[in-house]
Every structure is written in C-alpha cells, then in structure tokens.
C-alpha cells in the first residue's frame, strides 16, 4: 500500500506563490508518473498538471507558464509550483499515482487526502 500526503496549502493573495509538496510512502515516482488535481468548491475535480516517469509534463491550459510539475525521486516527493495565482485556482489539490500491480496491466490508483489552497482577489 502507498500513502500520498500532500502539504503546503494555504491562503495567499491574487498574484502570489505556493509550492504544494505530495511526499509517499515508499519509492513509487521513478517508476510511474504523478499527478495534480484540484477540486473547486461546488466543482469536479480536474486534471491540473502531470509528469511520467520519464519526466514529460502536461498541463491543463488554464495554467500553463503559471504552474510547473516537478519530482525529486530521492526524497519520493512531488511537487506544484504555483505562480501568479489567481481566485479560479482555488480548490482542494489532490496528489496522484497510478500504479500497475501485474504483467496484465491491472493497477491501483493512490491518492493523497488533499491540501486547501485559497487565493483571495
């Protein structure tokens, strides 16, 4: 079993900064890629930024060149650059992995329990 705990969530102004951490359990980031979501309030939730295990990115076109995806393998730990935040971009962000258990592509899907970012205008 893999435990996801995201931190680094908070309040902070339109136009500021954040940096959410999602840090595992055991060493799973090097193998399978991870993702960021994020729920809105009264919102499903979506996809926001992801990287594969091979470091390639995506990103949901409301923030691109405002957010940056990144992992340190070493520290089994994920990360979200947020810059120039703005109102839209709260919500609760989720950390995920998707993990293949066998050779017949079953797999399990972690997540963490969540962070609060809250961006006031």
């Known amino acids: 079993q893999v435990q996801l705990v995201e931190s680094g969530g908070g309040l902070v102004q339109a136009g500021g900064s954040l940096r959410l951490s999602c840090t595992a359990s055991?060493?799973?980031?090097?193998?399978?890629?991870v993702s960021w979501y994020r729920q809105p309030p009264g919102k499903q939730r979506e996809l926001v930024a992801s990287?594969?295990?091979?470091?390639?990115?995506n990103y949901a076109d409301s923030v691109k060149a405002r957010f940056t995806i990144s992992r340190d393998n070493a520290k089994n730990t994920a990360y979200l650059q947020m810059n120039s935040l703005e109102p839209e971009d709260t919500g609760v962000y989720f950390c995920?992995?998707?993990?293949?258990?066998?050779?017949?592509?079953?797999?399990?899907?972690?997540w963490g329990q969540g962070t609060q970012v809250t961006v006031s205008s």
């Open positions: 995920h992995t998707r993990v293949v258990v066998n050779v017949e592509g079953a797999y399990v899907d972690h």
């Open positions: 055991r060493n799973i980031f090097s193998r399978n890629g």
């Open positions: 990287i594969t295990s091979d470091g390639y990115t």
